[in-house]
């Protein structure tokens, strides 16, 4: 695993193409806080709100002291430029900087098609001996078994909460490449795994199991 991509949501290219441009056509910082990039999105957004205020301060400077000659005989003021150069400048870093993050969420895309396009490619895993399904299972005591599927029922506290733990299991499943039957009641969500690919339990179901226990503690 490439250490940039440790600890980051799978990210769709829709979702990545949009930030990006929500970056470079609108607003600096936006979308990269759209995708979870909080620090640097943060940083870009503050730079280009200075930049316009420094802007707008420039603006009014200028125009009041133009409004001004209008009813004063005085030596005509000649433009300053300074303050706008600031903050031409800090908007122009503000924008460099989110067209470096939004690249980087491009790239972070990329790389989640290309593992799915490898994960689709791949052959099927190979299904568990029952004497291993057994020895599997003994570590995952609230799951049930029915034939070729395992299955758990968790509850939490409201809807909301349960809502949470199902987006949570559905980017480990996307991440997994292996996708669980899920049913929803409230404040209950019950998981139902199995490989039809592969016609029964195997590793991935086991995996994905536990990695949804350990998502339901928080």
């Given at each position: 695993?490439?250490?940039?991509?440790?600890?980051?949501?799978?990210?769709?290219?829709?979702?990545?193409?949009?930030?990006?441009?929500?970056?470079?056509?609108?607003?600096?910082?936006?979308?990269?806080?759209?995708?979870?990039?909080?620090?640097?999105?943060?940083?870009?957004?503050?730079?280009?709100?200075?930049?316009?205020?420094?802007?707008?301060?420039?603006?009014?400077?200028?125009?009041?002291?133009?409004?001004?000659?209008?009813?004063?005989?005085?030596?005509?003021?000649?433009?300053?430029?300074?303050?706008?150069?600031?903050?031409?400048?800090?908007?122009?870093?503000?924008?460099?900087?989110?067209?470096?993050?939004?690249?980087?969420?491009?790239?972070?895309?990329?790389?989640?098609?290309?593992?799915?396009?490898?994960?689709?490619?791949?052959?099927?895993?190979?299904?568990?001996?029952?004497?291993?399904?057994?020895a599997a299972l003994a570590s995952l005591p609230d799951w049930t078994r029915n034939g070729d599927v395992i299955s758990r029922t968790y509850q939490f506290k409201d809807f909301p909460a349960a809502m949470k733990f199902v987006n949570a299991v559905a980017d480990a499943?996307?991440?997994?490449?292996?996708?669980?039957?899920?049913?929803?009641?409230?404040?209950?969500?019950?998981?139902?795994?199995?490989?039809?690919?592969?016609?029964?339990?195997?590793?991935?179901?086991?995996?994905?199991?536990?990695?949804?226990?350990?998502?339901?503690?928080?």
């Amino acid at each position: 695993m490439k250490p940039s991509s440790v600890n980051r949501k799978p990210l769709s290219y829709a979702r990545a193409r949009n930030a990006a441009l929500l970056n470079q056509l609108a607003t600096p910082g936006l979308g990269s806080l759209m995708c979870g990039r909080w620090i640097a999105g943060t940083g870009q957004l503050v730079l280009s709100l200075l930049s316009c205020t420094v802007i707008i301060i420039w603006f009014l400077r200028e125009m009041s002291a133009y409004y001004g000659m209008m009813f004063d005989t005085a030596t005509p003021v000649q433009p300053n430029f300074k303050m706008f150069e600031i903050g031409a400048v800090l908007l122009v870093v503000s924008w460099l900087w989110s067209g470096v993050t939004s690249l980087s969420l491009m790239r972070q895309a990329s790389d989640k098609d290309t593992d799915a396009l490898k994960n689709f490619g791949a052959p099927p895993p190979l299904k568990m001996d029952p004497s291993h399904i057994v020895a599997a299972l003994a570590s995952l005591p609230d799951w049930t078994r029915n034939g070729d599927v395992i299955s758990r029922t968790y509850q939490f506290k409201d809807f909301p909460a349960a809502m949470k733990f199902v987006n949570a299991v559905a980017d480990a499943a996307e991440q997994a490449w292996h996708h669980p039957d899920i049913d929803i009641r409230w404040n209950k969500v019950t998981l139902a795994l199995t490989t039809h690919s592969s016609g029964g339990l195997t590793e991935k179901d086991i995996s994905l199991a536990k990695k949804a226990d350990e998502l339901a503690r928080g």
